[in-house]
DNA sequence: ATTATTTTAAACACGA
DNA sequence: TTCGTGTTTAAAATAA
């Protein structure tokens, strides 16, 4: 058979494929953040350093009863136990991000409301500050248009914003962890999808004092920035202000902050109590943890990207950015920790290390030791199952192409499956069919992930042909090409839409964070009305082709089931729990790619698929040990 | 707990 | 015989 895979199946066990060692390559990408735009230390970085908090805290918990248990897992194959984390090391910078890269964190609902709440609002006030920042003196001399289309723009970003948010507040309302008074219910949407409320006291604000607001500001722009921005610091600062009796990052209001918590609590001793007993480390905290620090690196990644968007809009805007570079920021996400309790007790598992406080220095989380770092440890993931496209009837699409290049440069596993895969694959071809050959270069052009262990995954890829009925081999004139069939394809998916009947109404008004789809339509939406959303930041004819295919997947789904309200989509199901990556206790492998996250920052090796070839042979000794 | 999907691994068949 | 393609079967991992 191929010759790859060195380990045969001999009867060496199981273990071997995955065997092994895995060698970190240190994470370097340290780069300070410390430029950050004096403009934006305000409200925002007070925000920001909440939020921060509240991250350190879970490290602090962890590292804390860590220490007084050393101890192996309960049981030998407890799944979930060893995932990974990837730790994002520069989150202190406050950038904007993307609607649609928030949306993969609401879906992935880790995040305490709370949370939630302090990154959007962090987000909206990045946003207005950059905004008042254009329209303020300098700007002046701006012929009337340029500024109106620049303001445009703006308010568009901020509006897609607010849609998160929005989305955020249903999904809270959902879960019952917001609510929402009567008379306030009907506000969301609606006034968001008009930009004109503030969400950022949205929280706790009456309805009286919404419209209050908005008669204030009235439908023009300029009035509703001011009045916004100044509207936004108070309540920033008020919120900043309002120190419980006890603090603590994990404790507010009374309420538990640990995500997922909520538990109220009469006084400070009690949640003590509650956090010590409730939240110590056990698997469930642990996995929380590490979902936590998965969402603060997917935030830095999206940010990073999101805010590169935003540069190139003002600089196509002919607009002086607020951010001296916005250019392309690392992605940080490379950085990872193995929280791997199932490393039983050796080396230290989690020792995150406490960071600094420090709001603008560097996080540096793990700087230290043995974490795995790198893009290793987020694919060594072993063997890759948490695929969240595909169900939900929205598979790829949306989702590569917005991080296409992050697949391309970073050797993680795409979500999806490889169904989903091959189908875009074919469907991007210009003849909509591909030889099996093509079909793997496809794989290797578009994620490096593919880059190694082909012979594993290429049989999977040829297993999949054959498998699905949706791909149709068709005789060639010169060999056989493969085609997908739609029907075929789409009837594999509905899957049924188990949940609550509300969860299922909310999904229907596309405002659920049905993962992939709700998210992805919105994106889409947004998409639409800024065409050159997608295309800003890729722009080659294979990403258009791309983004073509994607907006004929998102048309697909919306036909099945959000096209608001009435259907009976089948299913999307409420949050693909973020996918936990999960790491074999085992082995993982031996990674060799260093690649180190930044795939903005340093690494670039662009891979340059152009010629790609077939990547196959470089793997041969990454197998082996 | 059960069922349906996916992913991995592998054995085999076939034609070049 | 070796390879690249395809098919299948199984088992393990996951998602619902």
Known sequence: MMQESGTEATSDGQASQNGGTSMEGGSREGRPKSATPSVEVTAADLLHFQQHQVEQSFFTLLSQSQQNTGRKSPKPNDKQQSLQVPVSVAMMTPQVITPQQMQQI????????????????????????????????????FQEQQVSAQQLAFQQQLLQVQQVQQ????????QGLLTIQPGQTGLPLHSLTQGQYCTTCLQHSTSAQYKKFV?????????FYSNVFTHVQVCLLMQTEDPSPHSHPLYGHGVCKWPGCEAVFEDFQSFLKHLNNEHALDDRSTAQCRVQMQVVQQLELQLAKDKERLQAMMTHLHVKSTEPKATPQPLNLVSSVTLSKSAPEASPPLSLPQTPTTPTAPLTPLSQTHSVITANSLHSVGPMRRRYSEKYNMPISPDISQNKEFYMNADVRPPFTYASLIRQAILESPEKQLTLNEIYNWFTRMFAYFRRNAATWKNAVRHNLSLHKCFVRVENVKGAVWTVDEIEFQKRRPQKISGSPALVKNIQTSLGYGPTLSAAFQASMAENNIPLYTTASIGSPTLNSLANAIREEMNGAMDHGNSNG?????????????????????????????????????ANHSPDFDHHRDYDDDQGHDDML
């Open 106 to 141: 609401l879906q992935q609902q880790v995040l305490s409301p709370q949370q939630l709440q302090v990154l959007l609002q962090q987000q909206q006030a990045l946003m207005l500050q950059q905004v008042m920042y254009n329209r303020q003196p300098h700007h002046e001399s």
């Open 215 to 223: 008669k204030t500001c009235g439908s023009d722009p300029n009035s």
């Open 167 to 174: 989305q955020h507040l249903l999904n809270l309302q959902r």
């Open 566 to 602: 009435s259907d009976s989509s089948p299913g999307r199901s409420p949050l693909p729990a973020m996918h936990h990556i999960s790491v074999k206790e085992e082995p993982l492998d031996p990674e060799d790619h260093e690649g180190p996250l930044s795939l903005v920052t340093t």
